[in-house]
Nanobody, 122 residues
Framework: QVQLVESGGGTVQAGGSMKLSCVAS????????MGWFRQAPGKEREEVAT????????SYAASVQGRFTISRVNALNTVHLEMNNLKPEDTAVYYC???????????????WGQGTRVTVSS
């Protein structure tokens, strides 16, 4: 049974930092690209950051470039999203997702987590 379990969400003041983690199980983590997405109230889900199956070519949405860092530890089936200088507009539910092969393929993501809520207070 495939599972993606996010953790690390909560409430933080603007300017603060938070680190999200996503632990995967039930599939071969090391051959899947990983992505972090978020969905704010009343808004569509957006891609925040992606990283390829081998840790190469991380990419970021323009809104988080320079503040967020995505990383992965294949030996631990884990992907992280380190978020610095958080802003109220970063408030959202954050989801991790897995896509077989390269995250740059046109294929849809195969697996999704349940999400973890991040609230940034001003």
């Amino acid at each position: 049974q495939v599972q993606l379990v996010e953790s690390g969400g909560g409430t933080v003041q603007a300017g603060g930092s938070m680190k999200l983690s996503c632990v995967a199980s039930g599939y071969t983590f090391s051959v899947y690209g990983m992505g972090w997405f978020r969905q704010a109230p009343g808004k569509e889900r957006e891609e925040v950051a992606t990283i390829d199956y081998n840790g190469a070519r991380p990419s970021y949405a323009a809104s988080v470039q320079g503040r967020f860092t995505i990383s992965r530890v294949n030996a631990l089936n884990t992907v992280h999203l380190e978020m610095n200088n958080l802003k109220p507009e970063d408030t959202a539910v954050y989801y991790c997702a897995a896509k077989r092969g390269s995250v740059y393929s046109t294929e849809s993501y195969d697996y999704w987590g349940q999400g973890t809520r991040v609230t940034v207070s001003s």
